[in-house]
Every structure is written in C-alpha cells, then in structure tokens.
C-alpha cells in the first residue's frame, strides 16, 4: 500500500524492515512502560507477521516514529482483521491516522471488518473507539490477557470489551471524513452506572430500554492513588456492562465524552 498522507503532517505506511519493527518495538514499551524486552509485540512476532500479508504500519512525524498498528487475518475468512496493538504518542493524532489507513488496508483487500479489543475503564478510550470511529463493543470478555503489570494496566484484571467496527457503517464512512456521527438518545433514558462524588460507581436502576453506563474519569491515575476503588469500578463495569452484553443489549454510542448508551432489545 502506498504510504498515506495525513493532514497533520503525518506519513503512515507498512513496515517490513528489522530495524524498523524493532523501533515499533521500542515505542511500544516506552507507550506501555514495560521493562526493557517486554514490548507487547516483538521484532520477531511482527516479522513474521508482515511476511506472511498482515497489517504491520507505522505512522511518522517529520521522519521520526510517533506511532505504530499491528493487526492479522481473523474469521470469518476474508471478512474480517484483528488489530491486537496500536500505540501512539499524544499530540500527533496518530492513533486516528492510523485507524484510518488500517481502514483502507482491509477495504483493498475485501474485508469488511475490524475487530479490536480496549479496556471499556478507559473513557477516553471508549470516546476515540464509539464517537470518533463509529465503532461498537459487541462482547465483554473478562479478565481476557490474564494478569499484566506494565504502567498502564497496573496489575488490574485485564477485562476488555471487543469492538466490531463495520468499515461500510455510516459511522466509520463519517470517521473517515473526520465527522461523528450523532447518537440519538430517548427523553426516558436512565443511568444504570455512575461516579459518585467519593470516586466509587454507584449501580442505580436499569429497568430503561436505554440506559447510561458511565466511565471514571481517569481510571490509571485510580489505579495508582486508590487500587481498592479501582478494583470496585472493575467489578461495576463487569457487572453492568458485562450483564448488559451478556443478555442481548447494544451499545450504541458514547454519550457527552462519559458514558455508554446502551440499548435493550424489546423485540425478544
């Protein structure tokens, strides 16, 4: 693929060269605050990858790395791509540049999905993946990488919500041409999940065909200063969000930079 201008004045392109992934490497642990050779993907897992067709790419900045995406083939067979690590510095808009090539990577090639997994305690996570992609958590997998202890997971159970983004959706057509799509939300709609004014998540009512499951606001910095609050916010998050998948429900938007929209399905 042709390397992909960005407005910002970034160059994305795939990568093939050791010296190359082994500077994705790097960025990946300096991004993650793993220990030295503990990168989340190694040199050698994207060499074979790339060989092999996959989707390895970098995104610069004035020649310099701010930026990297590793993904591969997954089923359905010819339908669908796995984007398992993306990473990017803040201030470059990076991680959007590069959702936004991935996007046009598995179009040329027929696909029709990305698929990716994000922790749903990462609120400005959730806003990038729902509001600036158009992209929709389909299932809660709980504690899916098993324990890891780089900076940005802390040690917490590694709980992640896999998203389905549908590359034709109005959604991801309006990501492309860097608009969000609206979210239309029901007069009648409640918060199930929310922030109390201590820190902890409060469960409320959840009888509402459309209810708010809301995020803390910086979920890291809790895990740092208060683990046992963290830990509560994980168990809610399970608990609401987690059940919600579980019986049926759709997550439809993320609401005001702060909380899932969840919708039931009255047709059952």
Do not use: C
Not at 21 to 49: C, H, N, Y
Not at 177 to 197: E, F, G, K, Q, Y
Not at 212 to 217: A, C, D, G, I, Q
Not at 253 to 268: C, E, I, P
């Amino acid at each position: 693929m042709p390397k992909s201008p960005s407005p910002h004045g970034l160059v994305v392109r795939d990568l093939h060269e050791l010296r190359e992934l082994a500077d994705v490497s790097a960025l990946f642990e300096k991004i993650w605050g793993s220990t030295p050779g503990s990168s989340p993907m190694g040199v050698e897992q994207m060499r074979a990858l790339a060989h092999a067709g996959n989707y390895v790419a970098g995104a610069f900045k004035g020649g310099q790395l701010v930026g990297a995406s590793v993904a591969f083939f997954a089923a359905p067979v010819g339908e669908v791509l796995h984007s398992h690590v993306t990473g990017a510095l803040p201030g470059h808009r990076a991680g959007l540049a590069l959702k936004l090539h991935q996007r046009e990577w598995a179009l040329e090639r027929g696909l029709r999905r990305i698929t990716w997994t994000f922790d749903p305690l990462v609120r400005r996570n959730a806003h990038f993946n729902l509001a600036k992609l158009g992209g929709r958590p389909v299932e809660y997998l709980t504690s899916f990488y098993g324990a890891m202890d780089d900076v940005i997971n802390g040690g917490d159970d590694t709980d992640r919500a896999l998203v389905a983004w549908e590359l034709d959706h109005p959604a991801a057509i309006a990501a492309s041409a860097s608009h969000s799509a609206p979210v239309a939300i029901p007069a009648d709609a409640v918060t199930v999940l929310s922030v109390r004014d201590d820190g902890l998540p409060a469960v409320g009512r959840d009888d509402a065909t459309t209810v708010f499951v809301e995020v803390p606001p910086d979920i890291e910095a809790l895990r740092r200063i208060d683990p046992g609050a963290a830990k509560a916010w994980r168990l809610a998050m399970r608990e609401v969000l987690g059940g919600l998948l579980a019986e049926g429900a759709r997550v439809t938007g993320f609401h005001d930079r702060a909380s899932y929209v969840v919708t039931r399905d009255t047709t059952a």
